[in-house]
């Protein structure tokens, strides 16, 4: 099973980029869908997440206001909208997925990186430079 995180890149202070998570081998709107980040040296962190029933998001609190995750299920992708980008928000991003549909999660998402999430994508590197 793959998922594909798409659409990072070098982007000055300021610019916006959007960030793709689609897969072929998944029906997504199963799934609760969350982006992380990894920079050198650190933790994977949480970013947000999005579930998979009514679309509830969750975002850490340094990103509220400046990103904005939604999904697109006629094309099976999950977006992670990214304004406003600082030096800080270089790092390799990751979509995940946590199979929810039918359980009682299937109205929530986590962005803890607890082992719940199912599937992993193989993360698009983002570069914030002058």
């Known amino acids: 099973v793959q998922l594909q995180a798409s659409g990072g890149g070098l982007v000055q202070p300021g610019d916006s980029l959007r960030l793709s998570c689609a897969t072929s081998d998944l029906i997504l709107k199963y799934y609760a869908v969350a982006w992380f980040r990894q920079a050198p040296g650190m933790e994977r962190e949480g970013i947000s997440c999005i579930s998979g029933v009514d679309g509830i998001t969750v975002y850490s609190d340094p990103m509220k206001g400046r990103f904005t995750i939604s999904r697109d299920n006629a094309k099976n992708t999950v977006y992670l909208q990214m304004d406003s980008l600082k030096p800080e928000d270089t790092a390799v991003y990751y979509c995940?997925?946590?199979?929810?549909?039918?359980?009682?999660?299937?109205?929530?998402?986590?962005?803890?990186?607890?082992?719940?999430?199912?599937?992993w994508g193989q993360g698009t590197q983002v570069t914030v430079s002058s």
């Open positions: 995940a997925a946590e199979l929810t549909m039918g359980t009682e999660k299937e109205r929530t998402c986590t962005i803890d990186f607890d082992f719940s999430h199912d599937f």
